[in-house]
């Protein structure tokens, strides 16, 4: 069993910056690969940015040049660095990480751009 726990979330106005984390803590073997999806009020959660294990990473195409993936394997945390925020960046940002065939999942953290 593996626990997440999202941290760095708030308020910020639009062109402003945030970094988000993502610590794994548990039963933790090798996980595979970590990232982040989000969810706004009324919208299908969806893909942010996913790190897979040989630096593979993906980014949805809104966040590509403003958003950074990284992890810390020594730390067993993933890190997604915002920039240039816009208000349709808003959502509950959630953490996966992958081990073993389970994809586990953090609670979410908020994150709000408004001016």
């Known amino acids: 069993q593996v626990q997440l726990v999202e941290s760095g979330g708030g308020l910020v106005q639009p062109g402003g910056s945030l970094r988000l984390s993502c610590a794994a803590s548990g039963t933790i073997f090798k996980i595979s690969g970590m990232g982040w999806y989000r969810q706004a009020p009324g919208k299908q959660r969806e893909l942010v940015a996913t790190l897979i294990s040989g630096a593979n990473i993906n980014y949805e195409d809104s966040v590509k040049g403003r958003f950074t993936i990284s992890r810390d394997n020594a730390k067993n945390t993933a890190y997604l660095h915002m920039n240039n925020l816009k208000p349709e960046d808003t959502a509950i940002y959630y953490c996966?990480?992958?081990?073993?065939?389970?994809?586990?999942w953090g609670r979410g953290t908020q994150v709000t751009v408004s001016s």
């Open positions: 996966h990480a992958d081990q073993r065939g389970t994809r586990y």
